[in-house]
């Protein structure tokens, strides 16, 4: 069974700052998608990024982008210039292209300090 | 463009109560899903839907059933509540469960006493 693992369940930054949180993930698949999503208090879902494993560009999406190590099956999200609005549970998640089930990990709860 | 309506957003039961979380899009989607999220746990999977009058088993199925008998709705049943089905129930959509976007609901927090 697929496994996504973030191992940080608890994270926080300086506003303006710059944070990295990890994932994870076990898959014996070559072709498959990593996402992060984020929930904000209230409790909503909001994709944030997407990365395809067989594009080896990280994906990029204004103060966030990846960093995709398909050796080492590590899915980290970095966000710069950190805003107070940035305050949510992140979770990564992953699905193999052969599959239907998107797994999730166990969240990293980020704080934004001003 | 109402998305993924969830209701209800609340609800307490009693153990042993029966319950149906329904679940609507409007976006013509083809897979829903339904996962509950408790605390270190992050979001698992209950049941999902690849098309109308086809649903399999997630991870966490046991005391919840589904059905999809039209495009638009996927209701999940709780036939006998337990204290352990006290969690957040999401329900999301997706045009193709291959690397598209999820269309969450507004989730629904279930108590069970």
């Known amino acids: 069974a697929q496994t996504v693992t973030q191992s940080q369940p608890e994270m926080s930054v300086q506003e303006a700052e710059t944070v990295t949180l990890s994932c994870t993930y076990d898959t014996s698949e070559n072709n498959y998608y990593l996402f992060w999503y984020k929930q904000p208090p209230s409790r909503q879902m909001i994709l944030v990024i997407r990365?395809?494993?067989?594009?080896?560009q990280n994906a990029t999406e204004n103060r966030f982008s990846v960093n995709f190590q398909k050796a080492a099956k590590s899915f980290s999200l970095k966000i710069s210039d950190s805003q107070l609005g940035d305050t949510a549970m992140y979770f990564c998640?992953?699905?193999?292209?052969?599959?239907?089930?998107?797994?999730f990990g166990e969240g990293t709860q980020l704080t934004v300090n001003p | 463009n109402a998305g993924v309506t969830q209701t209800p957003k609340f609800q307490v039961l009693k153990t042993g109560q029966s319950m149906t979380l329904q679940c609507a899009q409007d976006?013509?989607?083809?897979?829903m899903s339904w996962y509950r999220q408790d605390p270190g746990m992050g979001l698992r999977l209950i049941h999902y839907s690849v098309g109308a009058g086809i649903t399999d088993q997630g991870e966490v199925p046991n005391g919840y059933n589904v059905s999809r008998s039209t495009t638009e709705d996927f209701p999940l049943r709780l036939l006998s509540a337990a204290p352990s089905q006290t969690s957040v129930y999401f329900c999301?959509?997706?045009?193709?469960?291959?690397?598209?976007?999820?269309?969450f609901g507004s989730g629904t927090q279930l108590s069970v006493l």
């Open positions: 998640a992953f699905i193999e292209t052969s599959g239907s089930r998107l797994t």
């Open positions: 990365q395809e494993a067989y594009k080896q």
């Open positions: 976006m013509n989607h083809e897979y």
């Open positions: 999301a959509s997706s045009y193709s469960i291959f690397g598209e976007k999820l269309f």
